[in-house]
């Protein structure tokens, strides 16, 4: 079992920037990794995903102002935004997802809100 602990969360001005980082509580070498929002009264969707390999791929909608990266030592997903949009506001969710057995775990989320 893996426990994600999400941080970087905050209030910032559009335009500006935010770096969310995921901590797991074990080892994630064997995990593809995903970062996840969820704006209120929508569903959660994809932002952006690094695989164990470290092949990544993004939304449309982040594309070329987010960027997901991993520190397998550290055992740690970040996720670098910049040009934050005010729809960019959201719970931001870190998932992990394992390459042998498929099994998904997420943390509990940090909120990230941009204003106008």
């Known amino acids: 079992q893996v426990q994600l602990v999400e941080s970087g969360g905050g209030l910032v001005q559009a335009g500006g920037s935010l770096r969310l980082s995921c901590e797991a509580s074990?080892?994630?070498?064997?995990?593809?990794m995903g970062w996840y929002r969820q704006a209120p009264g929508k569903q959660r969707d994809l932002v952006a995903h690094?695989?164990?390999?470290?092949?990544?791929n993004y939304a449309d909608s982040v594309k070329g102002r987010f960027t997901i990266s991993r520190d397998n030592a550290k055992n740690a997903v970040y996720l670098q935004m910049n040009s934050l949009k005010v729809e960019d506001t959201a719970v931001y969710y870190c998932?992990?997802?394992?390459?042998?057995?498929?099994?998904?775990?997420w943390g509990k989320g940090t909120l990230v809100t941009v204003s106008s």
């Open positions: 998932n992990a997802q394992g390459v042998f057995d498929g099994r998904s775990y």
């Open positions: 074990g080892r994630i070498f064997s995990f593809n």
């Open positions: 690094i695989t164990r390999g470290g092949s990544t």
